[in-house]
C-alpha cells in the first residue's frame, strides 16, 4: 500500500497529539507533517503537493476563521481539507462544507471517531459528526454571499482573503508574483462579483462568513 501523506495544523501540541494517534492507528502507512500556525500550514502544503489530506483547525494563529480554508482551497485545489473545530454548531459546519472543506471533526470526538472521519474522506466521502443534520442557510444574505464567493476564480480568491489580511495591491502583488496592474484587475472583478463599491466593503462581507463563530 502507498504511503499516505496527512498535514495535521493545529496549533495545540495535545490536540496535534491525539490527531497523530489517530492516523497512525490506521491501516497502511503514513507520512505525518505538523504544522502549528497557518503560515506553516501553507508552507507544508506547498511542500507536499501530492499530500492526501489536512486536518485543519479553524482557530489558529495567523487566520480569522474560514478565511484560512478559504485562502487553502483556492491555492491547493486538489488537497481534501477535513476542519476540526471546537466550534461544531450546524451552522458553522455546514458553511465549511459549502466553502469546500471534505469533511469536519469535532474537538470533542473520541480518537475512534477522528480516525473513522479520516478513512472516510480518505475514501471520498464527506465527513460529518454524527449529530449533524445538513440543512438550509438561514441567512439568506450569506448564502448569496457563499453563492457569490464561488463565483471568484482560484486567483481571485487568494487576492481576497489577502484582502482581508490587511495587505496592498503592491504586497500582493509580490506575494503571488504578478504585475500590480494585474491585481488591480483582479480587485475590480472581486468588486464586480460580490457586488460591492470598495475594497473595504469585500472585506466587511468576508468577515460576515465567520460571524457563526462568535455568536
Same mark, same amino acid.
Request: proline fraction near 4%; aromatic fraction near 0%; hydrophobic fraction near 40%.
Given at each position: 500500500m502507498q504511503e499516505q501523506t496527512i498535514i495535521i495544523a493545529d496549533d495545540h501540541p495535545l490536540f496535534r497529539d491525539a490527531l497523530r494517534q489517530a492516523v497512525i492507528g490506521m491501516e497502511?502507512?503514513? &507520512?505525518?507533517?505538523e504544522a502549528g500556525d497557518f503560515a506553516a500550514a501553507r508552507r507544508a502544503a506547498g *511542500? @507536499? *503537493?501530492?499530500?492526501? +489530506?489536512? +486536518?485543519l483547525d479553524l482557530a489558529m494563529p495567523g487566520v480569522s476563521g474560514f478565511s484560512g480554508l478559504m485562502a487553502l482551497r483556492s491555492e491547493f485545489a486538489s488537497l481534501p481539507i477535513v476542519i476540526v473545530s471546537a466550534t461544531d454548531d450546524a451552522t458553522t459546519i455546514r458553511r465549511a462544507l459549502e466553502l469546500g472543506a471534505s469533511g469536519f471533526i469535532s474537538k470533542s470526538s473520541g480518537?475512534?471517531?477522528i480516525r473513522r472521519s479520516i478513512q472516510t474522506v480518505l475514501a471520498g466521502d464527506i465527513a460529518t459528526p454524527e449529530s449533524y443534520r445538513d440543512g438550509q442557510e438561514q441567512d439568506p444574505d450569506v448564502a448569496d454571499l457563499i453563492h457569490? $464567493? @464561488?463565483? $471568484?476564480?482560484?486567483?481571485? &480568491?487568494r487576492v481576497l482573503t489577502m484582502l482581508g489580511e490587511g495587505l496592498l495591491n503592491k504586497q500582493i502583488a509580490y506575494e503571488l508574483g504578478v504585475s500590480e496592474a494585474t491585481i488591480k484587475a483582479h480587485v475590480s472583478a472581486i468588486l464586480l462579483k460580490l457586488d460591492v463599491d470598495s475594497r473595504t466593503q469585500a472585506v466587511i462581507q468576508l468577515g460576515k462568513i465567520n460571524m457563526a463563530m462568535v455568536a
Open positions: 497502511g502507512r503514513q &507520512s505525518i507533517v *511542500a @507536499h *503537493a501530492d499530500a492526501d +489530506l489536512m +486536518l480518537i475512534e471517531d457569490r $464567493l @464561488h463565483t $471568484l476564480t482560484p486567483q481571485q &480568491s
